[in-house]
């Protein structure tokens, strides 16, 4: 497993202090961010998902507890649409460059606005995906909403 990734290299380009944690992926796992943090030996609320979806047709990226699930409402106020769908795999897979399970919010091709769970801010450290199936970065929350220019909204159900 190559541990440079686009997402690797925008936070240390960046300067953003992080480590590494690679994991066996299981590509049948009913929720892979709930496998990662089973195999992390990390709470659920400390690994983060990264989430593709539209607000009112445009693409946001979305980045909540791995033991939660996005509420639309939340998600469409937060960007102050009307509402909001998930993004289907092939179009995140797409807009980020990417493959669904290793969807980092980092170094994505894209760049979208962002909204980081507020819950989030609750922990020192962080898992967030790094660029690929089985690969977690560990920083700090305010790190994520910093480099990220994010939004730091209640978008959880």
């Known amino acids: 497993m190559s541990k440079?990734?686009?997402?690797?290299?925008?936070?240390?380009?960046?300067g953003i202090a992080f480590t590494l944690h690679s994991y066996a992926y299981d590509p049948d796992a009913e929720s892979t961010g709930l496998q990662?943090?089973?195999?992390?030996?990390?709470?659920?609320?400390?690994?983060l998902k990264t989430l593709m979806a539209?607000?009112?047709?445009?693409p946001v990226c979305v980045i909540?507890?791995?033991?939660?699930?996005?509420?639309?409402?939340?998600?469409?106020?937060?960007f102050g649409g009307k509402s909001a769908?998930?993004?289907?795999?092939a179009d995140a897979e797409r807009i980020t460059g990417y493959k669904v399970g290793g969807i980092s919010p980092f170094?994505?091709?894209?760049?979208v606005p962002a909204a980081v769970e507020e819950q989030a801010l609750a922990h020192d450290l962080v898992y967030v995906n790094g660029g690929?199936?089985?690969?977690?970065?560990q920083l700090r929350p305010q790190d994520v909403i910093a480099l990220l220019d994010a939004r730091v909204a209640p978008v959880i159900a």
């Open 64 to 78: 909540v507890p791995s033991d939660h699930e996005v509420s639309m409402k939340k998600l469409a106020a937060a």
């Open 107 to 111: 170094g994505q091709m894209r760049k």
């Open 54 to 58: 539209h607000v009112d047709g445009k």
């Open 4 to 14: 440079a990734t686009r997402a690797t290299k925008m936070l240390e380009g960046a």
């Open 132 to 137: 690929q199936r089985g690969l977690q970065v």
């Open 36 to 47: 990662a943090a089973e195999a992390l030996g990390e709470a659920p609320a400390r690994v």
């Open 85 to 89: 769908q998930m993004m289907k795999p």
